[in-house]
């Protein structure tokens, strides 16, 4: 069982920044890949970014340049740096794991909201 809790939401301006952070409780962090997650009101989850134990990512398109995902392996934590927000990237983040050998995300954090104004 692996528990990820998220942190690092808020309020910001459209045009400005947030960094998400995301601890994993496992001893066995190498072999999960990592991704965030988000969900906006009346729409479904979408993938937003995801990070392997080698620091190789994949985003999603919208928020490739502006978003960067990225992980320290000591300290079992994964971050989403998120620069140049806009309004549409108001949703509730999620972290979430799955082992390497799977397709889908076994674990998932409580989330964190980031809410752009504009």
């Known amino acids: 069982q692996v528990q990820l809790v998220e942190s690092g939401g808020g309020l910001v301006q459209a045009g400005g920044s947030l960094r998400l952070s995301c601890v994993a409780s496992t001893m066995t962090f190498s072999i999960y890949y990592m991704g965030w997650f988000r969900q906006a009101p009346g729409k479904e989850r979408e993938y937003v970014a995801g990070v392997s134990w080698s620091g190789g990512t994949t985003y999603y398109l919208d928020v490739k340049g502006r978003f960067t995902m990225s992980r320290d392996n000591a300290k079992n934590t994964v971050y989403l740096q998120m620069n140049s927000l806009k309004p549409e990237d108001t949703a509730v983040y999620y972290c979430?794991?799955?082992?390497?050998?799977?397709?889908?995300?076994?674990?998932w954090g409580q989330g964190t909201q980031v809410t752009v104004s504009s």
């Open positions: 979430a794991a799955r082992d390497v050998r799977r397709s889908e995300y076994e674990y």
